[in-house]
């Protein structure tokens, strides 16, 4: 990401928030920031600084700001997951390419820093980007640079390999001929950055790089080049739509049908293939997709909604931003990172000395509707669970009853649950507010896990304290609405519970799940991550996660629920739970 609001964190103070929107390139500004935030950490709750709050299977370094997951690739038996981040604090600000790399997704090791600030064209930041493999097998990265200390002039960068016999990858160079893309024929210079993994076809190379046309209008721009070095915009746009500034691009081929092997970027010659285009907007925060058809003759890309830009499909719906895909040869799939910020202040960042974290990394395929992506947690990270998980089968719970999950701890788990509805009545289920149809988020606050429902709210109490002061709510909820073929459900992520600390952002996450509950069945995965609540509904249709500080339910003292706050009763048919294991986690 190129703007530098785009790295404020959601509950910063109001004073820092207009301070960094401010600050251009400003570094006297970060560090009277990062003085402020140090001066007010004597008002941070205790709890927030408690180690067992520290996320311990997602990945992160041990300490200080990190954002965006940047190229991640496959290279000689390693994975690579280079990222924004800030060696000096927890706050953002003075921002390198860190780099880590693991053989399975789950154990990290960090290397020294990929890219810095060093030459002309980058002098003054080093923002995101991504990894193409060139024909030959030799790695390349394009990222933004600012090369001017008093404004955002965004252009693109290129970096190489010093020595591309080496599987780590540990050294990087810049080529003279860098910058390789300027903003030129009336592109906003300030709005201009995040360039994609490359593609190639009818001897050219092609990328996007994301931009604002206008006041509004998102755009993604296509750069053809046949050397990887001099590049050209193409005359029209890949894609654009009235969104505001589009962010950290992403650009892939999906496989038709269902099935869920991934594809490398540069295949367009099959029929049975669909194109996805995901854009980080600017002005809401959140990652949206569209699936469509792509013409490599005319470098054009068309949604298969028409309605698409405005549906508004997204990989999670909650706390997940700034993501970025790669193929994997090695198991043949398309693997997602995404970046999830804090729900606490700047404040209480500094105090514990670390921010942010990246979402599980998950596989992603088109489902066999074609019509939306889904997602799953990759296989490796089972390998973390304990070897006695807990089962519960067939359990009947009514109108009001809640169950705990006990025999094990659940700060730190992987809970799979299925849920019957064994006398499905869908005339007992709520009638869907036709101004609220289209809103899942707003939906759910009103809706929120203690209203009592129909059919639902059920779903899992995680990080729930002994009292049940403290819990977050995962659960679905049905409705049933006029004109429509199949009741409508409603997956929500609902943390307004999740700790007596007042100072937290805690807002309602939620998205509409497609799926036919008709037939009697639905199911749910949820990591649980001390500070991370991450769940995928009905096998990855849809998915939310949540950051949360808890006061009580901390380490031992943390409690699972199944509960049904519903007229309907609920079955739960399985459901099975690991403690989880850690892993090497980049040296902490």
């Keep these: 990401m190129g703007g530098l609001h785009d790295r404020v964190a959601w509950a910063w103070p109001v004073l820092l928030l207009l301070l960094l929107q401010l600050a251009g390139a400003s570094h006297v500004v970060y560090e009277n920031q990062l003085l402020e935030t ?57 921002i390198v390419w860190a780099h880590s ?27 995101s980007g991504s990894a193409t493999i060139l024909p030959d097998g030799t790695p390349v990265i394009m990222y933004t640079g600012i090369d001017r200390p008093d404004s955002n002039y965004e252009v693109q960068n290129i970096a190489y390999p010093r020595n591309k016999s080496d599987p780590l990858l540990q050294d990087w160079v810049k080529p003279g001929h860098n910058p390789i893309i300027v903003p030129e024929g009336g592109i906003n210079a300030t709005q201009f950055r995040d360039p994609t993994t490359a593609w190639y076809a009818d001897g050219h190379w092609r990328m996007l790089v994301g931009s604002l046309s206008g006041a509004s209008r ?53 029929p049975k293939i669909k194109h996805v285009l995901k854009n980080s907007l600017d002005l809401r925060r959140y990652d949206y997709y569209t699936v469509g058809t792509y013409d490599r003759i005319t470098e054009r890309y068309v949604p298969d909604d028409p309605s ?39 404040v209480d960042d500094v105090a514990k000395g670390w921010a942010g974290i990246q979402a599980i990394p998950r596989k992603v395929w088109l489902d066999s509707s074609g019509k939306q992506l889904m997602q799953w947690p990759v296989e490796e990270l089972e390998a973390l669970r304990g ?3 807990v089962i519960l089968k067939d359990m009947l719970i009514k109108q009001g009853e809640h169950v705990e999950v006990t025999g094990l701890q659940t700060a730190q788990a992987d809970v799979e649950v299925s849920f ?31 209203v009592e429902g129909g059919v639902g709210p059920f ?16 659960f679905f909820r049905v409705f049933k609405a006029a004109g429509r073929g199949k009741p409508v459900v409603l997956m929500c992520s609902d943390p307004t519970k999740s700790s007596l600390n007042p100072n937290l952002y805690q807002p309602t996450f939620a998205g509409f799940v497609d799926t036919d509950i008709a037939k009697g069945k639905i199911s749910l995965r949820t990591l649980i991550d001390r500070s991370v609540i991450e769940s995928f509904g009905a096998g990855g249709r849809t998915c939310i996660l949540s950051r949360v500080y808890p006061s009580l339910a901390i380490g031992k003292n943390a409690h699972l629920h199944v509960f049904n706050n519903g007229k309907t009763d609920i079955k739960v048919s399985g459901l099975t739970a690991w403690e989880m294991k850690k892993p090497l986690m980049n040296g902490a």
């Design 459 to 474: 779903g899992l109490w995680v990080l729930a304290s002994s009292k049940l002061e403290e819990r977050t709510a995962v």
């Design 101 to 127: 790399v693991s053989r399975d997704l789950i154990n990290w090791v960090a290397l020294k820093t990929a890219i810095e600030p060093s030459i002309k064209s980058d002098m003054y930041g080093c923002w």
């Design 308 to 346: 698409g830009d405005k549906r508004h499909l997204r990989y999670d719906y909650g706390n997940f931003y700034a993501s970025k895909t790669f193929y994997d040869p090695v198991k043949r799939r398309r693997i997602l990172w995404g970046w999830a910020n804090e729900s606490d202040t700047a």
């Design 218 to 270: 998102g755009v993604a721009y296509v750069y053809r080049s046949r050397d990887f070095k001099r590049w050209t915009r193409a005359r029209k746009p890949l894609h654009s739509a009235p969104t505001g500034m589009w962010e950290c691009p992403d650009f892939y081929p999906v496989t038709v049908g269902g099935q869920q092997h991934g594809l490398d970027t540069s295949v367009m010659s099959s």
């Design 420 to 450: 019957e509805l064994p006398s499905l009545d869908l005339e007992s289920a709520e009638a869907l507010d036709p101004a609220l149809a289209d809103d899942a988020e707003k939906l759910c606050s009103v809706r929120g896990a203690g």
């Design 38 to 94: 140090e001066a007010a950490a004597a008002t941070v709750p205790p709890s927030i600084v408690d180690a067992e709050l520290s996320s311990g299977y997602h990945f992160r370094p041990p300490k200080n700001w990190i954002n965006d997951p940047n190229a991640p690739m496959y290279y000689k038996g390693w994975y690579h997951l280079f990222y924004q981040y800030n060696p000096k604090g927890a706050v953002w600000g003075s």
């Design 387 to 389: 070897k006695r998980p």
